[in-house]
């Protein structure tokens, strides 16, 4: 299982990124997806996460409404739209899957949001 994260950056207040995850070594339209976001120094949290066929979403009370995020199957990859950034989402975001019982995490994503 390979998950390569891409997309983050440094945004003003207000502003917008969309991340991607890439996704290999496994089937993935077969498995739901999930983002999650971490702090230096706090526990890693999740942030939003859809089923294998994108049908259902959810997530964390702080994005609803900011957030979106989706997937394409064909292209093996989901995505985290953010749109009005706030400087408290500054944090390292991953795509995360389990697998046979295992978590599996990508290498992570710097969102830096400025006020």
């Known amino acids: 299982v390979q998950l390569v994260e891409s997309g983050g950056g440094l945004v003003q207040l207000g502003g917008s990124l969309r991340l991607s995850c890439a996704a290999s070594?496994?089937?993935?339209?077969?498995?739901?997806m999930s983002w999650y976001c971490q702090d230096p120094g706090k526990e890693r949290e999740l942030v939003a996460t859809i089923t294998w066929a994108g049908g259902s979403t959810n997530y964390v009370d702080s994005v609803k409404g900011r957030f979106t995020i989706s997937r394409d199957n064909a292209k093996n990859t989901v995505y985290l739209q953010m749109n009005s950034l706030k400087p408290e989402d500054t944090a390292v975001y991953y795509c995360?899957?389990?697998?046979?019982?295992?978590?599996?995490w990508g290498q992570g994503t710097q969102v830096t949001v400025s006020s």
């Open positions: 995360s899957v389990i697998r046979s019982g295992r978590r599996y």
């Open positions: 070594g496994f089937t993935f339209s077969n498995y739901a």
